[in-house]
């Protein structure tokens, strides 16, 4: 697990340091002096150091003179030069003139074989000065102190233009923005470097290998005591999303999973669904409220329902089986487009996970899809919120941020067999908001080694998550 933190809580962890400012920031520039060292840079190499007038600044400060004792020749370019002769920056300011760097004025580009980009940190706001522009457009590879100049660390965005650094060294815990907006694309590698701080109250939580338990099953285990889910959906059109659905959540490990469709769709469903138990209710292709009795009788033996692969509009019975559901309930897709609203699921007093995409979402709470907006949704409903994207957040006691899944998870399908997977380590004993944030670690996992060898479709995925589990 890495904490991520705001840009005000890291300032509050810089105040309330018990080392002086000036240790701090020495073990700051020997971690960019180090991280430049892994870069290439080395004697005789060309490093340009720019730097602001602030402590990002005297952190190439700190950097630029560890690199110039290597050998490197080393010149800074200041945008502004730190004040206050008490001051930290200041303070290594001076000793890299003392040690006999280069300083000089920022002007336009010279040649270097790296950049050091020390101008703005995790306080910048607005765009870059003028400038600033003409260095974005330098050829050598740029390694970024804290955050790139021009991303704002509290959420990715960008106002104008920015740097696009190859690599980037923060301190103490990662910020919003390297993982939010255009962070993960402007930031490049990612290396937290620990200076000394202590604590922190987390915004996120960066879900890791370690943080993703995959459910173990004991020696006595038979198919029912393994885990077990019932998908409910597959209406005419989109059989196969239910049955994705289940078919994963017995690739992730369930000892035995159903899906039950409307009558008239069974015969498809049984033809696609080897290993999966079958049963169609009423005798139309879609459900009506007329079913629900007999859909929560014959799901009642099961530990987990997922409600909502391939389900299709409906008058009412979505909303009278969330309210009904005795038991543990995953909320997908068409389950979440038929809530008409939060209202359903605060009424529910059952375990209970949503799955939405950032339409979803919207049409579900009528907000954007940001993590600050789902994370008020338990406290509202009870409900985990599991709100897929890149990266996808887990919300509930604690807020996660899972960043395994990429690009090759954009294709139809693949939140079905996310809805599978999460729903059988939920049955097969992990608690809900383990099993959300594991079961989107994994999947996405499986998407990024499927997409080395093939492109990425749905039915493949299931597959892949089968052989990592």
Excluded at 338 to 344: T, V
Excluded at 391 to 416: K, R
Excluded at 439 to 461: F, P, Q, S
Aim: glycine letters at 16%.
């Amino acid at each position: 697990m890495q904490l991520v933190i705001t840009p005000e809580e890291s300032g509050r962890l810089d105040a309330a340091a018990t080392d002086p400012v000036e240790v701090l920031m020495e073990r700051a520039g020997l971690g960019v002096a180090l991280a430049a060292v892994r870069m290439g840079a080395g004697y005789g190499s060309r490093v340009a150091v720019l730097a602001g007038g602030g402590n990002n600044g005297g952190d190439g400060y700190v950097a630029a003179r560890y690199l110039a004792q290597r050998g490197a020749q080393v010149t800074v370019y200041a945008l502004g030069y730190p004040r206050g002769d008490e001051s930290a920056a200041r303070k290594a300011y001076v000793r890299a003139l003392a040690a006999g760097l280069g300083v000089v004025d920022l002007g336009g580009p010279e040649p270097a074989d790296l950049i050091i980009d020390a101008l703005f940190g995790v306080g910048f706001r607005g765009e870059l000065p003028e400038d600033v522009l003409p260095w974005l457009e330098h050829p050598a590879p740029v390694l970024a102190v804290d955050v790139p100049s021009g991303l704002l660390a509290g959420n990715g965005e960008v106002s104008g233009a920015a740097f696009a650094a190859d690599a980037t060294v923060t301190f103490h815990a990662l910020k919003p923005g390297h993982l939010l907006g255009e962070g993960p694309e402007r930031s490049g590698l990612i290396e937290v470097v620990d200076i000394g701080l202590k604590g922190g109250e987390p915004e996120l939580r960066l879900c890791e290998t370690i943080d993703a338990p995959i459910p173990k099953r004991p020696r006595t285990a038979h198919k029912w005591s393994a885990g077990s889910v019932v998908v409910v959906g597959s209406a005419r059109g989109m059989v196969g999303a239910g049955v994705l659905a289940g078919r994963s959540a017995l690739h992730a490990g369930a000892g035995s999973a159903a899906v039950v469709c409307p009558g008239a769709m069974q015969p498809q469903v049984a033809a696609l669904s080897a290993g999966l138990l079958t049963q169609g209710l009423g005798t139309g292709d879609h459900f009506g409220i007329e079913d629900v009795e007999a859909v929560l009788d014959y799901a009642d033996r099961f530990d987990v329902m997922v409600l909502g692969p391939g389900l299709g509009a409906d008058t009412g019975f979505t909303r009278e089986v969330v309210a009904r559901r005795s038991g543990s309930l995953l909320i997908d897709a068409d389950g979440l487009n038929n809530l008409g609203g939060l209202e359903s699921l605060a009424e529910r007093d059952q375990p209970t996970i949503i799955t939405p995409h950032a339409g979803e979402f919207r049409r579900l709470t009528g907000e954007d899809a940001t993590y600050r907006a789902a994370m008020t949704v338990p406290d509202a409903t009870g409900a985990i919120v599991l709100l897929k994207g890149n990266p996808t957040f887990v919300l509930g006691a604690e807020q996660w941020a899972v960043t395994s899944g990429g690009p090759e998870l954009a294709t139809i399908g693949t939140g079905d067999v996310l809805a599978g997977v999460v729903a059988a380590f939920w049955a097969s004993g992990l608690n809900g908001e383990v099993a959300a944030r594991s079961g989107a670690y994994w999947h996405g996992v499986a998407g990024a080694e499927l997409a080395a060898v093939r492109t990425v479709t749905a039915e493949h995925l299931s597959y892949a998550v089968g052989e990592l589990i």
